[in-house]
């Protein structure tokens, strides 16, 4: 059966005309049906007055679909991307980030590079360098049978991409755009790949991303730019496309080659250029969005700062952990935590078990510093979380188990990330996704599916009150806590009978038991994650 495509659509450079993009996003899905998400490229903010934009901002418009948006291009606008690493900036808009890899649920497979190419040092806040074309470069290489990605986003357009294609118009491709994009573009072969800024539309004729006769068959690349919002010219800023994603393509369907399809525009110049020379390894690491450092080595136990402390004369002194206000039970500091429950200690977080768990190995990844929620832990803080979920799911998997994750940032002081096993036997995937909807419909609570390995930081802000639910698949969960929320609600639906089939363990506090046998239970927990726990040595 095939597989039901997505459908997206593209935009130009916004420019601030919020009010004439989002009144044309309407009139086409009135005529067109929904499309599933927006993605705007080029300059989202323009040089006029914030008057409409506090409109967005404040609520009182919202974006008639879930939109996208790349960062600043110049000085003016930095402002308005106050997080590096992505963030909420209204309601149905999001900032993507400075660069990273978006995964829908879909399957779908974005990547994104914020800003205009820069070759000094330092790099300005609305640009990005060779190291961070490297870094994403290396990134997706290093993924195991890595073929391409579904679509690419920059700002810029790619040097010499008018090569061997059709006219590109006023724009000379050979003086115009950023060669280390052409670098990039080559290096992960998009199925699509938008740009903007020149305020033009020029869709290039696909080209291959293989030698003939010297390579296997490849998927072509179609290039699109689009032009401003609102142009007088009337020239094309909007693009609709429907896409199924890469990984659920056969692969001969995913490797036709459209008639009109032409040479690759930069394998020459890149080849000529020298990527290894022209695109340096960075000195240091540079992290992306959503995915762990690659650099770090297996099997080491990592010292206190996090790097092992052999390899410099002169170690980085750690950074100060974030304090709490007052008592917390959940700092590892703090004479306030029961640290029998603990089982494993990272360099940013601790892993320890539930008191009054739903089972014998319900845990909580916890930072060791004095963090509220997700949205506001450090990127070195959210890459352990990862790690530790990644292992986790391997031990529950071999255990025959699944892991749910949830959060609720909602009347608690201190991140507990709750991780609950299901045995595969009880239920599938699909009847826990469905069991957490159903009793959010029940109870009035609007709990949305968000994109496979969006952050959290993406969705809300520090301080906004959330719940979110991960299931073993990668499927998120979200809900925005506006006024009251169950507290229990997470505990509730997977003590239902429709998962575990323990409704009388839905408080914790009916499922206390001594602390002898809490440290029972630890003992017999770390002794079965031991093999699969990171933090210890070889």
């Known amino acids: 059966m095939a597989e039901k495509p997505l459908r997206l659509l593209a935009c130009g450079d916004v420019e601030g005309k919020f009010d004439v993009l989002f009144n044309r996003v309407r009139t086409i899905q009135k005529k067109s049906g929904n499309f599933d998400l927006l993605l705007c490229v080029g300059n989202f903010f323009g040089s006029t007055p914030d008057a409409e934009w506090e409109e967005y901002k404040t609520g009182i418009k919202k974006a008639p679909i879930q939109t996208y948006v790349l960062g600043a291009n110049n000085q003016e606008t930095v402002k308005y991307f106050q997080d590096v690493d992505g963030c909420e900036l209204a309601e149905n808009i999001t900032y993507l980030g400075r660069k990273g890899v978006f995964t829908g649920s879909s399957g779908l497979q974005i990547v994104y590079l914020s800003g205009t190419e820069s070759l000094n040092e330092p790099v300005p806040g609305y640009s990005f360098s060779p190291k961070d074309v490297f870094s994403l470069r290396t990134m997706l290489w290093s993924t195991s049978q890595f073929k391409g990605v579904d679509i690419l986003l920059t700002s810029p357009w790619p040097k010499y991409v008018g090569n061997f294609g059709n006219s590109s118009g006023e724009v000379d491709t050979k003086k115009c755009g950023s060669a280390l994009i052409s670098s990039l573009a080559t290096g992960l072969k998009p199925r699509y790949h938008f740009a903007a800024l020149e305020k033009t539309y020029y869709e290039r004729l696909p080209y291959r991303n293989h030698i003939i006769l010297q390579e296997n068959a490849q998927h072509a690349t179609r290039f699109i730019a689009l032009a401003n919002v609102g142009n007088p010219e009337k020239k094309k800023y909007l693009y609709a496309f429907s896409i199924v994603p890469m990984k659920l393509m056969d692969v001969a369907e995913l490797v036709k ?20 020379k022209q695109i340096p390894a ?6 992306c969005q959503f995915f762990f450092d690659l650099n770090e080595k297996p ?12 390899s410099s004369p002169h170690p980085k002194q750690p950074r100060k952990l974030p304090q709490p206000p007052g008592p917390c039970w959940f700092c590892l500091a703090s004479p306030e935590v029961e640290k029998h429950l603990v089982v494993s200690i990272g360099t940013h977080c601790y892993l320890a078990l539930a008191k009054g768990g739903l089972s014998d190995d319900h845990v909580l990844i916890l930072p060791i510093g004095h963090y509220q929620s997700v949205a506001e832990l450090s990127a070195e803080v959210v890459e352990e979380v ?10 529950f998997k071999s255990q025959g188990k699944r892991c749910i994750l949830f959060e609720r940032n909602y009347k608690s002081h201190h991140l507990q990330l709750q991780v609950i096993p299901v045995p595969l036997s009880r239920c599938a995937t699909d009847d826990i996704k469905d069991a957490f909807i159903t009793q959010a419909q029940e109870q009035q609570i609007e709990l949305l599916e968000i994109p496979e390995h969006s952050d959290i930081k993406q969705i809300a802000q520090p301080g906004a009150a959330y719940f979110y639910v991960e299931l073993d698949t990668g499927e998120k969960l ?28 839905s408080d914790w506090r009916q499922c206390q038991i001594s602390k002898e046998e809490e440290e029972t239970l630890a003992r017999r927990f770390r002794k079965d994650f031991e093999p699969f726990d990171f933090t210890l040595d070889d």
């Open 257 to 276: 080659q459209p008639p009109d399809v032409t040479e690759n525009p930069y394998r020459k110049f890149v080849k000529q250029a020298s990527i290894g």
């Open 282 to 287: 960075p000195e240091e690491d540079s992290a």
């Open 299 to 310: 099997g080491r136990k990592r010292s206190s700062i996090g790097r092992d402390s052999k």
């Open 386 to 395: 990862e790690q530790y979920k990644a292992t986790l799911r391997r031990f």
């Open 478 to 505: 979200f809900h925005r806590i506006k006024k009251n929320f169950p507290l229990q609600f997470g505990r509730e639906v997977l003590a239902s009978e429709a998962i575990l089939n323990i409704p009388d363990k």
